[in-house]
């Protein structure tokens, strides 16, 4: 096979040398093939090395201070102290190391989800078949928005232009066509060659897979999502600024606490030396950048269980902040199983039996079942309908009637078939020579055919406005007469009015023998034939999510083609309503950057908008300070999407194109996933708070004592290296447990939180500030009573950290729920991660106390029930003070809301 030559052969040569057809591979020779060249996909790239991921986690200044503090103190020949350091600083760059290889497999798991499919020829059918089933024969249709899956020899174009940037490095699309270049053309001027990876931006296409994997002339399969979110995300970037700031106030305090003990109370420089050290490692949160990624990572999968993926990790913060969704109809906020309902032309309103796809129904005329041959011109409506059409029906494995290709096409085949005509011979019959595709750009179809006596025709299917614009006349009693547009206006609006979805289509007579069609040849003097009226059900989750959106303070905005009254009607049952007319496209493009300001935040419903317009919302709202999230699914929405703050494609309807430009991708289509996506973002934003909230009072507290006791003079309550026992082994095992809270009952019902609203809000401040005091008064007069009582240094800094450690497990607890009450039995049995953290702690905690070799490294004792039981007073407290604390806090928000 000579692989690099392809474009030198005619169309019926490569055919021939692949031992292909036209009608494509039967299902047995594809598979014979895959066999034989494997799959079509590359080798995935090398993972990020080992050594150096492990090396990465020990940059961090907070990591720093720890190294230098142990070298010291090794150097002042403290080597326990030194060597417990060390090995915290280790088991801190295991642990992160090996989070973040789960976290990155989490997201190649992710990555796997979103894997390219093509529409292939099979056995003369199409097929949407994953790209990597794809073998050297095959025959793919190609269209705008698509990625291009393989190599391919184009066979036949239709205005196609593609996007080899990623080839080539030339920035505009190229223009295809199907001769043959020169044999040493370069691979950008191989006009007849669609490479993989490479994006069709306009037209359609059929061609012959000639290479497929490894073999293609440059492989970007694997890397259509090598643009999957690194682990890094604006909040990790904040947590990372505040690390910095941290790292100051730290060395400045030890700095001051250093002088003040040398300088007042006269200690000796190396004991100093080590509550300095004592002092940072109290203050430095070791293990919180592991558990924000940890819980990062965990709200990524939560989110693909319920049908959102995650494509940019940024994006799940961003869930939980967004204000406004913008929603494509058709189905999103709708079922998506189109079924024509109406047929009108100049003489009769014909209803239509049956629901969905399945080919079971009836023409009914006043409630009585017809024929077509009962109204003149039904016959020809219904044929045009099918012909000018590019879907297939097909009854799958499943036994359910399976559209392929355009979801109102197919209705359209469904009704044929209802009606008498069988596609398949109609189009024997009338043969297609050419066709203009449906775009958005100028909303219709346009097919020539003619009949076997060389007659030639052109059916034409759109937007009944831009039809009624190019029709001069209307078919009637098998003639033509003058248009009457005040009577199809009406018919028109009575639909719309019912919430069906319109297309017309007209007729018009060609020159024999023709066979080409051209934009000016249907640009005036057409027949108009008649109307077909389409239903599409709203979801019943649609309903209940935009519901719960409304409940929690998010505007959703419905954007649609369809007509303005279908539209409100569509809107209204949906429940999605601004108590305003709804604006169409074509006055969104009268209206200035100002004056769009003000409609967008008043209007809910955009009727006859175009994926253009999409932008212009999404920057209107954006401007009136509004977190956007924007649904898309062709190649025209990826302006949009990318500058939404969260662009949302759609996982089966999609084009690649609209995928690679979003942040999530929807699998199932459904705007109740994206619902859920939202609820999901603000459950991982709040567990991320929690331990926030939860790891800070416990570094905070160990600070203060250190503090407390150098300025009263007192010996240090806690050691470096229990300090470093408290923040690597107790609060981190908690703290991780909040990684898998559900959501609050609430989380719904809250606004969303402010764009520029900090991670240390002032609640949190307030928390940490009142439990860090509470934790440092119950350590350190325990410690003081210990010492009043004649016990030993040993026993009484035990005491302490049994204190600390007792006082978080408590404070456990109130952390799960920011504001709502820790008093039920909720409160315990609703995470069970925390139940088992928590026992986690408390056999680690035994082994710290009463193990021999645990007391000989950290110089702990034994403790007896009476001091447990100072310990669990102590942790009490704390539980009963912040819950007094939420109290208070509810009824200064209820008091709030009532004024």
């Known amino acids: 096979m000579r692989e690099s030559h392809w474009h030198t052969q005619s169309s019926e040569e490569a055919l021939r040398e692949l031992d292909s057809s036209l009608d494509g591979l039967s299902r047995e020779e594809a598979r014979r093939r895959l066999e034989q060249y494997g799959p079509n996909s590359l080798k995935p790239p090398p993972g990020p090395n080992p050594w150096r991921r492990l090396l990465a986690q020990f940059h961090n200044v907070l990591i720093y201070i720890l190294l230098v503090a142990a070298v010291v103190t090794a150097l002042l020949g403290h080597w326990i102290d030194s060597s417990v350091i060390f090995a915290v600083v280790l088991i801190n760059a295991f642990i992160g190391f090996l989070q973040e290889g789960k976290a990155e497999r ?174 940072a490692v109290a203050a430095i949160p070791e293990g919180l950048p592991a558990i924000i990624t940890i819980a990062l990572a965990i709200g990524v999968q939560s989110m693909a269980r319920r049908h959102v993926i995650i494509r940019r990790l940024p994006a799940v913060e961003t869930l939980g902040s967004v204000t406004v969704i913008c929603s494509d109809k058709t189905g999103t906020l709708t079922r998506n199983e189109m079924t024509v309902t109406r047929l009108v032309n100049a003489e009769c309103d014909i209803e239509v039996s049956g629901a969905g796809y399945a080919p079971e129904g009836e023409l009914l005329s006043q409630g009585t079942a017809i024929e077509l041959s009962h109204c003149p011109g039904l016959t020809e409506l219904v044929r ?92 009637f009693d098998g ?103 709804a604006a169409t496209g074509d006055q969104l493009e009268a209206l200035d950057d100002n004056a769009l300001r003000q409609l967008v935040l008043e209007t809910d419903v955009f009727a006859r908008a175009s994926p253009e317009h999409k932008l212009r919302l999404v920057q209107a709202l954006q401007a009136r300070d ?21 662009g949302v494609a759609m996982g089966r309807k999609g084009t690649e194109a609209a995928k690679e430009a979003a942040e999530m991708v929807i699998t199932d289509d459904n705007f109740a996933s994206i619902v859920a996506g939202v609820e999901e973002g603000r459950r991982v934003y709040d567990n991320i708070r929690k331990s926030i909230l939860f790891i800070l009072p416990t570094n905070g507290a160990e600070a203060l004592v250190v503090v407390a006791a150098v300025l009263l003079g007192y010996m240090l309550p806690i050691t470096p290296v229990q300090i470093l026992w408290v923040n690597m082994i107790t609060a981190v095992t908690l703290a991780l447990s909040l990684a898998f809270e559900p959501a609050e009952e609430d989380v719904m019902r809250r606004p969303p939180r402010g764009a520029r609203e900090s991670l240390l809000s002032g609640l949190l401040l307030e928390r940490i500030s009142l439990v860090s005091l509470l934790m440092v008064v119950a350590t350190f007069g325990l410690f003081i009573w210990a010492r009043e009582q004649g016990q030993s240094l040993e026993l009484a800094r035990t005491l302490a950290v049994n204190t600390l450690v007792v006082g978080e497990a408590f404070y456990l607890f109130n952390t799960r729920y920011l504001k709502a009450s820790s008093l039920k039995v909720h409160a315990l049995t609703g995470n069970p991660y925390a139940l088992i953290a928590t026992a986690v702690v408390v056999l680690f905690q035994l082994l710290f106390i009463y193990s021999g070799p645990m007391q000989s490294l950290f110089q702990t004792r034994a403790l007896d029930p009476f001091h447990w039981l100072l310990s669990l007073g102590a942790g009490l407290v704390v539980f009963l003070a912040v819950e007094v604390e939420k109290t208070w806090l509810r009824r200064r928000d209820r008091a709030a809301r009532a004024r």
């Open 626 to 646: 509004q977190i956007t999230a924007m649904t898309g699914d062709g190649v025209n929405d990826s302006p949009a999407l990318k500058r939404a703050d969260v």
């Open 384 to 475: 045009a309908g099918v012909l000018c059409n590019d879907a297939e029906l097909h009854y799958d494995e499943s036994r359910q009637w399976q559209p392929h290709g355009d979801t109102m096409d197919a209705a359209l085949v469904s009704l044929a078939r209802k009606s008498g005509l069988e596609e398949e011979r109609e189009r024997r019959q009338w043969p297609r020579d050419d066709s203009i595709p449906f775009d958005s750009a100028h909303r219709f179809m346009a097919t020539l055919h003619h009949d076997h006596a060389g007659h030639a025709f052109v059916y034409i299917k759109g937007a009944p406005e831009k039809l009624f614009a190019m029709c001069s006349g209307e078919r």
């Open 106 to 279: 989490a997201m190649d798991a992710i990555r796997n989800m979103l894997s390219p499919s093509a529409m292939a020829l099979r056995d003369g059918h199409r097929r949407e078949i994953h790209a990597s089933d794809l073998v050297p024969g095959d025959l793919v249709q190609l269209q705008a928005g698509d990625r291009v899956p393989a190599d391919l020899r184009l066979l036949h174009v239709r205005d196609l232009r593609v996007n080899e940037a990623a080839l080539t490095g030339e920035s505009l699309p190229v223009e295809k066509a199907t001769d043959c270049p020169p044999a040493n053309a370069p691979v950008a001027e191989r006009s007849n060659m669609a490479y993989s990876g490479t994006l069709v931006t306009y037209g359609q296409a059929l061609g012959l897979v000639v290479a497929t994997g490894e073999k293609t002339q440059v492989g970007r399969i694997s890397e259509l999502l090598s643009t999957v979110s690194p682990l890094t995300t604006p909040l990790l970037s904040e947590i990372a600024r505040f690390g910095r700031l941290l790292t100051v106030g730290i060395l400045l305090l030890a700095g001051l606490t250093f002088v003040f003990g040398v300088t007042l109370h006269g200690e000796p420089l190396d004991q100093m030396f080590l509550a300095g050290v004592a002092l």
């Open 479 to 581: 003639d033509e007469r003058p248009l009457h547009l005040d009577y199809w206006h009406r018919q028109l609006q009575a639909l719309g009015e019912q919430g069906q979805r319109v297309l017309a289509v007209a007729y018009r007579g060609m020159q024999d023998h023709c066979r080409s069609l051209s934009f000016g040849d249907v640009e005036q003097g057409l027949t108009l034939l008649g109307l077909f009226g389409f239903s599409d059900p709203p979801r019943e989750d649609a309903r209940q999510a935009i519901a719960a959106c409304h409940q929690a303070g998010i505007a959703v905005k419905m954007i649609t083609g369809d007509h303005v009254t279908t539209a409100r009607a569509i809107g209204a049952r949906l429940g999605i309503d601004s108590g305003r007319a």
